[in-house]
C-alpha cells in the first residue's frame, strides 16, 4: 500500500522526487500512510475541497481490504 501512494502521489505532483511516504503501525494493527510532498505541491494532493485526497484515501482503505487490515492516510507538513 505504501508503494501503491508513493506512485499515485507522484502522478499528482510536480515534484516527484519530493514524494515521501512514512509508514506507522499502531498498537490495534491499523497502518497510518503518512504523506509528504514539496510545499509547492500540497494543492495538488489535496485538490478542490479536499477531492483528491479524498480519492486517495478511498483507493488506499480498497487495497487494505485484500490484506483485511485498516488503513489510514494523513498528509503531513514537513
Known amino acids: 500500500m ?5 506512485y499515485l502521489a507522484r502522478g499528482l505532483v ?5 514524494v515521501q ?6 498498537e490495534d ?3 497510518v500512510l503518512e504523506l509528504s510532498v514539496d510545499d509547492e505541491d500540497y494543492g495538488s494532493v489535496i485538490g478542490r475541497g479536499g477531492r ?5 484515501r478511498t483507493v488506499i482503505k480498497c487495497a487494505a481490504v485484500k490484506d483485511k487490515r485498516r488503513v489510514f492516510l494523513d498528509i503531513v507538513d514537513t
Do not use: F, M, R, Y
Not at 14 to 18: G, V
Not at 21 to 26: I, S
Not at 52 to 56: F, N, P, V
Open 2 to 6: 505504501k508503494e501503491l501512494l508513493e
Open 21 to 26: 511516504v512514512n509508514q506507522v503501525e499502531e
Open 14 to 18: 510536480e515534484h516527484p522526487d519530493e
Open 52 to 56: 483528491t485526497a479524498g480519492a486517495l
Open 29 to 31: 494493527g491499523s497502518i
